[in-house]
C-alpha cells in the first residue's frame, strides 16, 4: 500500500511509523511526505529516512484551494493509496477530500468525540475528565467527526498539565498509530458508514 503523509511539526507519530516500516513490521511503501511548514522536523525525518519530502507553504499560494491542488496533484503522481495526517495541523477542505480517492486517515490526542480541534490535552484538562486518551480515525467533512478505527485511554491525574498528559498520551499514540496503519494496510479494517470493524484474525 502506497502511503502519502501530510505533517506540520515534529514529527513524532511519523518517526513511529517509519521506526516500524524499517523493522519490517509495517508493510506498507512511504510514497512521500508533504508540509505546509518548511522547517517541520517531520521533513527532516522524512529525508534521513529516503522518502521523498515536498512543502506546500502557504505564503507560495494565493489561497488555500491553490495550496490542496498541488498537494492532490502531487499524491496522484505518487500514486498514493492511503493518506496518513501525522500532525497536519491544517484542516483539509471538503473538496480535497471529496476528490481523494483514496481513505485518509488521523490521529487526535483525545478520545473523540470529546475534545476535537485545536489544544485537545488543554481542552481535556479544563474539563476534568479522569480519563482522556487518543484516537485514529477516518477524514470525513467535519472536524474530527470521521469513523473511528482504534482508540486508546490513558489516565489524568490531578497533578497533571498540559505536557504531562500530551506526553503521556504521545507514547500511545505512537503504538495505535502504526497498528492502525497495519491493519489498514493488511486490509483488515471495514468501514460503512459510521461503523468500523476490524478483523485482526482472519
Ligand atoms: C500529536 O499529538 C497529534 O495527535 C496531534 O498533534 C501532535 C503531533 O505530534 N494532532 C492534532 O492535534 C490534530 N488535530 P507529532 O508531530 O510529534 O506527530
Known sequence: MK???????????????????????LPVEFAGVGSDNINAQALVRAEKAG???????????????????????????????????????????????RQADYPIVNIHPSLLPSFP???????????????SGCTVHFVDEGMDTGPIILQQAVPVFDEDNVDTLSERILKVEH????????????????????????????
Not at 12 to 17: E, P, V, Y
Not at 51 to 79: C, H, M, T
Not at 117 to 131: F, P
Open 3 to 25: 502511503v502519502a503523509v501530510l505533517a506540520s511539526g515534529r514529527g513524532s507519530n511519523l518517526q513511529a511509523l517509519i521506526d516500524e516500516w524499517q523493522e519490517g513490521s
Open 175 to 202: 503504538e495505535i498509530y502504526p497498528e492502525a496503519i497495519r491493519l489498514l494496510a493488511l486490509g483488515k479494517v471495514k468501514r460503512q458508514g459510521r461503523k468500523v470493524t476490524i478483523y485482526r484474525h482472519s
Open 117 to 131: 480541534g485545536l489544544h485537545a490535552q488543554k481542552q481535556a484538562l479544563e474539563y476534568g475528565v479522569r480519563v
Open 51 to 97: 522518502i521523498p519530502v515536498r512543502a506546500f507553504l502557504r505564503e507560495n499560494y494565493s489561497d488555500k484551494e491553490a495550496q490542496e491542488k498541488d498537494i492532490l496533484n502531487w499524491f496522484e503522481e505518487l500514486g498514493a493509496e492511503l493518506l496518513v495526517l501525522a500532525g497536519y495541523m491544517r484542516v483539509l477542505s471538503p473538496s480535497f477530500i
